[in-house]
């Protein structure tokens, strides 16, 4: 599965950015999907993730404000950001993983989208 992230941009606090994952391949739907996140001289953190079946789950930090959701006809997963943050700053990362367990978990990921860069000004 080769995964291309794309969305990012400069926007105000405040504001709304959605990202896109765009997955290649015919078996997405067979992949839980998740989204992370790595700031400037920070480690990569775990920001939301969507299972084979729907579920979601979401860091604390982002609950509320951030969405994730799937399209597996169109091969893509989406990351709704609402309320921006400057502290959402940060490179983010989409990935795959065939398993619905453990979907925090950015080291059980099996594939890695390039990363797109999200600048939140205050």
């Known amino acids: 599965v080769q995964l291309q992230a794309s969305g990012g941009g400069l926007v105000k606090a405040g504001d709304s950015l959605r990202l896109s994952c765009a997955a290649s391949?015919?078996?997405?739907?067979?992949?839980?999907m998740g989204w992370f996140r790595q700031a400037l001289g920070k480690e990569r953190e775990f920001v939301t993730a969507i299972t084979r079946g729907g579920s979601t789950f979401s860091a604390d930090s982002v609950e509320g404000r951030f969405t994730i959701s799937r399209d597996n006809a169109k091969n893509t997963v989406y990351l709704q950001m609402n309320s921006l943050k400057p502290e959402d700053t940060a490179i983010y990362y989409c990935?795959?993983?065939?398993?619905?367990?453990?979907?925090?978990?950015?080291?059980?990921?099996?594939?890695w989208g390039q990363g797109t860069l999200v600048t939140v000004s205050s």
């Open positions: 391949g015919r078996t997405f739907s067979r992949y839980s």
């Open positions: 990935a795959a993983k065939g398993s619905d367990y453990g979907v925090e978990r950015g080291y059980e990921y099996e594939y």
